[in-house]
C-alpha cells in the first residue's frame, strides 16, 4: 500500500472519528430524554427529531461518514476502520463536556488502552488493499453468519429489559455499520464520478437499508445506560471487527500470515477487549454512582415546603395549590434528613 495513501486515509478517518464522536454525544443526550420506544416502532425517531441537538447530530453523522468514504477510497477497511474506535475517546470528552461533568480518567484510559491493542493490531497486520470487488463465493457463510448474530441480538433485546438491553442492541448496530462500511468501500473504490452508473449499483441501496437499520438500533442501544459509553465502545470496536471480516471475506483484502504475526494479531485484539471490558466495569460503577446521587436531589427538590410528599401534578389540582397536598401523591423519605417521630395513631408508636 503506497505511503501516500496512508498519509491521507489516516488523517480522514481519525477526523470522520472525531464527527461520529461528537454526533454519538448529542444523539446520546437526546435519546435518553425521550420515552422508551419499541424496536418496530417509529415514534422514536419522532420524538428525537423534536429534541434539542439531534438534528446537528444528524449533519455530524453526515459528515463523519462522507470522511469515512474519502478515507476509504485511499485505504483498505482493515486500515480505515480500526482507527474509528478512537471515536470513543472524543465520545467520552464531547460527552463530559455536554453533561458539564469532569473527564473521568479510568475511562479515558481503558479507551487509550483500547486504542493501544489497536494500533499494534495495525503495526503487526499490515493490511493490504484488495481488489474492492465482491466475491460472491465468499460472501455468502459470511452474510449468514452476520445475519444470524443480528437475529440473536434482536431477540435478547426483546426479552431483556432495563440496561441489560444495551450490549445486544449495540452488537446487532456494530454487525450493520461493518457491513455498511464494506459496501461503502466497495462503491468508493470504483466511483469514478459518474452518478448514473452509481445509481445501477445494488450496493447503494443495499447501503441504504443496512445504514438505516444500523441508526435505528443505534438509538434503541442509546436510550439505556446514563452514561452511554458501553454502547459508544461496543459499536466502535464491533464496527471494526467486522470491517476486516468483510474486507477479507468479500474485497479480497488481507493481513499479515505467519505463527508470529498470528500471536500478535491475537494479543492486540485480547488488549483491546480488556481495554472493553474496562469501560465497562467503569461505566456500570459511575451510572450506579450517578443514580446514588441524583436520586436524593431529585426528590429533594420535588419535595413542597409544606410537607413531606412527592409534589406530582393532578389534572384539577396544581402541585401544592391552597396548602393542600396534592391528590394522588406519595410520600417519600429524604434520606439527607433525620428520621422524625410521627404521632398519627397507635401503629405508628
Known sequence: MPHTSVAIAVPLAIC???SFG???????RAARRVPEARL?????????LRQEGFVPSIGLAAMGFVLQGMALAFGPLTLVQPLLITGTLFFIGFACYLNRRPVDVVLVLAA???LAGLTAFILVARPETGAAHFDTAGALPFAVGMVAVVGVCLVLATRLSGDARVLPLAVATAVCYGVAAGLLRSLASEFDGDLFALAGRWQLYALAVVGVAGF???????QKGLLGTLAVATITVGDPAVSIGVGIAWLGESIRGGPAATVGEVVSLLVVAGGILLIHTRSQWLTQRLRGHELPDALHEARPR???YLAAPCPDE????????????????????????????????
Open 16 to 18: 470522520a472519528a472525531a
Open 22 to 28: 461528537a454526533a454519538a454525544a448529542l444523539q446520546q
Open 40 to 48: 418496530t416502532s417509529t415514534r422514536l425517531l419522532r420524538d428525537l
Open 112 to 114: 487509550s488502552l483500547a
Open 216 to 222: 435505528s438500533l443505534n438509538q434503541q442501544a442509546y
Open 306 to 308: 409544606s410537607g413531606g
Open 318 to 349: 396544581g402541585p401544592g395549590r391552597g396548602g393542600r397536598e396534592p391528590r394522588g401523591s406519595w410520600p417519600v423519605t429524604d434520606p439527607r434528613e433525620p428520621r422524625r417521630q410521627r404521632d398519627d395513631g397507635p401503629l405508628d408508636r
